[in-house]
């Protein structure tokens, strides 16, 4: 027979507490921004899951400055098989109803202002990049470019290819987490780099809970004057 001694028991007891009192912490949500997360580790994260899974976004623009635009819209992605943004605001002062809408095979675009009587429209076979387009200007720019590009019935820029190296991002700052409308985000800073020339100053406020955008400001420099532009954002992402 075993015999036990007191101090083997008791030391068989602080372990057992001891494994109670210290629980092994759940893992951070899939897409959180953790402590240790660099900026362009943010931003690939958050490139590689829109190109990657389904999402649905509703969005509100506004600019002023150099070039007045306001838009209140929604947009939706399924890779490769089905895109669809569409938007209702003005631009330059000018009404505009906007629509662009792909399959796996075809993509539309459309710009309607004052009814029918006012209205421009392309249509293509689906661009091989048009994915990649779309999220990339979105995650470096936000939407305003792209929807000025759809008000003249446009589809995006570098939709056959080559977005990448098109626009770039430079001097990435991430801050602190910070609340922001009852969140907990974490605002990331960049310039913005076009054919080249840097054109615009971002910061770009990320939920830490999922690592998505929530909200965007950005400073738009033109050779003959400046565009603010403030966007908000609500998700519905797998």
């Known amino acids: ?22 629980p092994t912490p759940p893992p951070a949500p899939r897409f959180a921004i953790v402590a240790a997360s660099t900026p362009q580790q943010v931003l690939d994260q958050l490139e590689r899951r829109l190109l990657e899974q389904p999402w649905t976004l509703a969005f509100e623009t506004d600019s002023r400055g150099f070039v007045d635009a306001h838009f209140v819209g929604s947009a939706a992605l399924v890779p490769g098989a089905r895109l669809e943004l569409d938007a209702k605001g003005a631009f330059l002062g000018k009404p505009k109803e906007l629509r662009l809408v792909a399959n796996a095979d075809f993509l539309q675009a459309c710009s309607t202002s004052d009814g029918i009587n006012d ?12 994915d990649e387009a779309v999220v990339v200007g979105f995650t470096h720019m936000g939407l305003l470019h792209n929807l000025a590009m759809l008000c ?54 990320l939920a830490v809970d999922d690592g998505l955008p929530v909200k965007r400001t950005v400073v738009v420099q033109f050779p003959d004057g400046e565009m603010q532009v403030d966007e908000r954002y609500a998700w519905n992402a797998r």
């Open 1 to 22: 027979a075993r015999t036990l001694t007191l101090a083997s028991v008791v030391c068989a007891s602080l372990a057992s507490y001891a494994c109670r009192a210290a």
């Open 119 to 130: 209205k421009v429209e392309s249509a293509c076979a689906r661009p091989t990049a048009l």
């Open 152 to 205: 003249d019935g446009k589809v995006p820029d570098h939709c056959d290819g080559g977005v990448r190296e098109w626009v770039s991002r430079i001097d990435l700052k991430l801050s602190m987490p910070e609340p922001l409308d009852g969140r907990q985000v974490r605002k990331l800073s960049y310039g913005v780099v076009v054919q080249g020339r840097r054109s615009a100053e971002i910061e770009l406020w």
